[in-house]
C-alpha cells in the first residue's frame, strides 16, 4: 500500500485530494505547512508528496529543500499559480 502526504495550508483543498488518493487506495497522511511537512517526511515510509508552493511560513520550495537532505521521496509541486 502507497502512502501520500499531502501538504497544502488549505484544509479544502487537502480534502478533495484525499478523498480521490483513498478512492485509489493511498494511506493519506496531511500537513498544513512545510514545517510539519518536514516532520512528517522523516518518516521513510512515505511514497510520495504533494506540496503547495505557497504556503505561509515555510513555503513549499523551502521546505522541499530540507526534506532532500535527509529523503529522495518523489514529490509533486501544487500551486494555483
Excluded: H, T, W
Aim: charged share 30%.
Amino acid at each position: 500500500m502507497y502512502r501520500l502526504l499531502i501538504v497544502d495550508d488549505e484544509q479544502q483543498i487537502r480534502e478533495l485530494i484525499k478523498k480521490y488518493a483513498v478512492y485509489e487506495g493511498y494511506v493519506v497522511e496531511e500537513a498544513c505547512n512545510g514545517n510539519e511537512a518536514i516532520r512528517k517526511a522523516k518518516d521513510n515510509s512515505i511514497d510520495l508528496i504533494i506540496m503547495d508552493i505557497m504556503m505561509p511560513g515555510l513555503d513549499g520550495f523551502s521546505a522541499v529543500k530540507e526534506i532532500r537532505k535527509f529523503n529522495k521521496v518523489r514529490i509533486v509541486m501544487l500551486s494555483a499559480r
